[in-house]
């Protein structure tokens, strides 16, 4: 069993979805759950499944503790699931090649600070690209530059909208997230 941390910022859909799938998994253990924000959603199905839940504001304190709660944890992997902070170097170096990543576009492109959530769906569109997808990548000191890992992509209608497209890039991200990782801790990626 590998001991995964899921950290999110945001509505938490893809750890709601990996604390489901992972519940019955003979490969993943989620040990804890972080959330630089308030959830309640993911708060309570933590509660139920057993998982560990922590919400503290991310800043220099906390992500010493979080980095010290991550080692008396016997984490192996830090899933970023919607976590919309800079991991900072000393977290990075604690965990070579340990972090991964989902970003809602096709890095290299539509990626860095500030591109997140709707945005990057409007310059997506905006680009008047003919496809979109997902990017899951390791984690390295910038926003969304480390290296890819997986991607799964998805065409874009004429009339496609940032709402329609986000619904499109949500609906990957659920199906290819958790099983993306299943299979990078088994090394089979
Ligand atoms: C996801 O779409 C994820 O790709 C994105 O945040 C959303 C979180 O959704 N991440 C980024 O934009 C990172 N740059 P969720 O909270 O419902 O899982």
Known sequence: MRRIAIFISGEGSNALKMLDEYSSSQTIDVALVYSSKHNLKV?????????????????????????????KKDISWVVLAGFLKLIPESFIDSFPNKIVNIHPALLPKFGGKGMYGMRVHEAVIASKSSESGISIHFVNGAYDEGQIIAQFKVGLEPNETPETLSLKIRTLEHMYFSETVVQLVQGNL
Do not use: P, R, S
């Open 43 to 71: 708060q309570n199905a933590c509660k139920e499944k057993g998982v560990e839940f922590h919400f503290l504001t991310w800043n220099l304190k906390t992500q010493e503790d979080i980095l010290g709660l991550c080692i």
